[in-house]
């Protein structure tokens, strides 16, 4: 379980801060896939930041499977990032290394044996259907490869949760769909709970079990995905739904099929 308790983030000091989360309060349940949705410089990357604490929260508290995570440091810190995996929009990856070194790079950090090291980068890679591209570069595989891969690492470290932060804003609507599986079957047959942060209303209609609708810092509102896409309450939901719908039926008059 994910708790926000009244959380605030500024930055900046003094008459320079700036806050960019307002009261934040939300709990995620353990196995849920749940989904933060905004447009852009809404809040959302900062928010999720604060789970593993590459954003400190000004005010309030973070609170993971009832430990107040707040102001970890040092051996907890470590041990409290190793137990997230986050992948990103841009992937991310090591241009320099292989596909296997790019897994096994978390399991360097955490002095896991070579041997084991490459047992377990090579299952996960199997498991994201990549099993025979170790030994490629980044560069040399599709945006799609590159993001199994990335989620390939994220998992080395057999994480309880799992930060994904934009990780389909750069893909096809095939390959998208496809991710998207993907990461459903971690939440399922890994049991990791998922974070999922989107401007993408199909995205977080696919995907999530429930949603929280981020404006200017603030939740708007939150529910079941469902329940919330069927009777939206705020005006930025609204407007959101009702500017998908029109542009899905430009598509279907045009014979081209939904995509992002
Ligand atoms: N490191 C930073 N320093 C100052 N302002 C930042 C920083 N990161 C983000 N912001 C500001 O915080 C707000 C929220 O940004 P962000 O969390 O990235 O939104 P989103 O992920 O929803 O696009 C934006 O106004 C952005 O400009
Ligand atoms: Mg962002």
Same mark, same amino acid.
């Given at each position: 379980?994910?708790? !926000? ?14 806050? =960019? ?12 896939? !749940? ?5 852009? &410089?809404?809040?959302?990357? /900062? ?15 973070? %609170?993971?499977? &009832? ?20 992948? !990103?929009?841009?992937?991310?990856? !090591?241009?320099?290394? /292989? ?12 002095? %896991? ?14 498991? %994201?259907? @990549? ?17 199994? =891969?990335?989620?390939?690492?994220? @998992? ?20 998208? =769909?496809?991710?998207?599986?993907? @990461? ?38 939150? &529910? ?37």
């Amino acid at each position: 379980m994910i708790q !926000f308790d009244h959380l605030h983030k500024s930055y900046g000091e003094g008459p320079e801060a700036h806050e =960019v989360l307002h009261d934040i309060s939300l709990d995620i349940a353990k196995g849920e896939v !749940f989904g933060i949705l905004g447009s852009s &410089g809404a809040g959302k990357s /900062t928010l999720v930041r604060c789970i593993n604490l590459l954003e400190r929260p000004t005010k309030g508290r973070v %609170v993971i499977d &009832g430990e107040d995570v707040t102001d970890a440091t040092g051996a907890r810190l470590a041990a409290l990032r190793a137990s997230i995996g986050m992948i !990103f929009q841009n992937f991310s990856l !090591f241009q320099q290394r /292989t596909v296997l070194r790019n897994v096994t790079f978390p399991l360097e950090l955490n002095h %896991v044996s070579k041997a084991e090291r490459t047992a377990r980068a090579e299952r996960l890679l199997d498991m %994201v259907g @990549l099993s025979g591209y170790g030994d490629r570069y980044p560069s040399q595989l599709s945006g799609g490869q590159q993001q199994r =891969v990335a989620i390939a690492r994220a @998992l080395a470290n057999k994480p309880s949760i799992m930060l994904c932060d934009e990780a389909t804003s750069a893909l096809d609507s095939t390959t998208t =769909v496809q991710i998207l599986d993907l @990461l459903r079957r971690i939440n399922r047959e890994m049991d990791v709970t998922l974070v999922v942060i989107t401007h993408s209303l199909s995205v977080a209609r696919s995907i999530c079990d429930r949603v929280a609708m981020i404006d200017g810092g603030r939740i708007v509102e939150s &529910g079941r995905t469902e329940e919330l896409f069927a009777n939206p309450q705020s005006d930025i939901l609204k407007a959101l739904i009702a500017s998908a719908d029109a542009q899905n039926t430009r598509r279907a008059d045009t014979g081209i099929s939904e995509v992002r």
